[in-house]
């Protein structure tokens, strides 16, 4: 059984899964019978979760959202879909591997599938520069969603990227000008786009693949301007005051759900969606279903007409200023 990683607001819940372990290596190396017991910690363990991840702060959930068991793009895409084939490059400079797409089916039906892909461990996150896109990763990106349009294919994207790669050569290759691109593309993209948040959203970086008729979110997922230590190193100039700035910036599912910003919030199961892949990829799967039933028989220009309203909605607020003279 693999070993389990915990965060420090987990600790009570890692001590008593220590206990557990210790108690499954007596009874496999003795002839005693303590399944009981075990039976009773492992239920105590489990109202331990429900009891901690019940009030979690911003700043926690940002810790769970980057737990690096947690799933990520090609996870769910094994899960959630079938026949997937995927596609490389930019047909301009390169295959930025940080953002990964390609033909799949989903229920059975055609579609495209793009998302941001971290990496598991110190290889794989070098090679996937840790889910941070260069502008050659977005122009993939938006060749698969024009090639999506082409073929009259639904485009399912997901979001977990701590944002774009500010790099000098990423710079020197026009990033800022490939993110408004994709934003540009999209908003007038004449098939259904569903997005969703399955971890870190980050800056310009997701928003460059969030464009959506749809946004869906995990329940312990994060979407914002800036990453909280970002915020602080501008707002207080030391990154260490990162919780205040999560408190500050309304960057957690059920804030962003409250504020218009986002369509739906997908439940995780107890934990998190990394204590159970599967499930959370169920979760998720019913929820695409939903969104993409919702949107299948709409025409184009209903599309890109929604789409626009939507943007549009964001941030209308009624100053009552006036009312109380």
Known sequence: MAKKTFLDFEQPIADLETKIEELRYVQNESAVDISSEIEQLAKKSQQLTKDIY???????????????????????????FTHFVELHGDRHFADDLSIVGGLARFNGTPCMVIGQQKGRDTKERGLR????????????????????????????????????????????????????????????????????????????????????DQLIMLQYAIYSVISPEGCASILWKTSERAQD??????????????LGLIDKIVNEPVGGAHRDTKQAAAFLKRALADGYR????????????????????????????????
């Open 54 to 80: 019940s009030d979690l702060t911003p700043w926690q959930i940002t810790k769970i959202a980057r737990h690096a068991e947690r799933p990520y793009t090609l996870d769910y895409v094994a899960e959630i």
């Open 129 to 212: 520069n840790f889910g941070m896109c260069k502008p050659e990763g977005y122009r993939k990106a938006l060749r698969l969603m024009k090639l999506a349009e082409k073929f009259k294919l639904p485009v399912f994207t997901f979001v977990d990227t701590p944002g774009a790669y500010p790099g000098i050569d990423a710079e020197e290759r026009g990033q800022s000008e490939a993110i408004g691109r994709n934003i540009f593309e999209m908003a007038q993209l004449e098939v259904p786009i569903i997005t969703t948040i399955i971890g870190e959203g980050g800056s310009g970086g997701a928003l460059a693949i969030s464009v959506a």
């Open 294 to 325: 919702q949107l299948a028989d709409l025409k184009p220009r209903e599309l890109v007409d929604r789409r626009y309203e939507r943007l549009q909605s964001y941030g209308r607020f009624t100053d009552t200023k006036a009312n109380a003279k």
């Open 245 to 258: 700035a999560a408190d500050a910036l309304g960057i957690t599912a059920h804030r962003l759900k409250a």
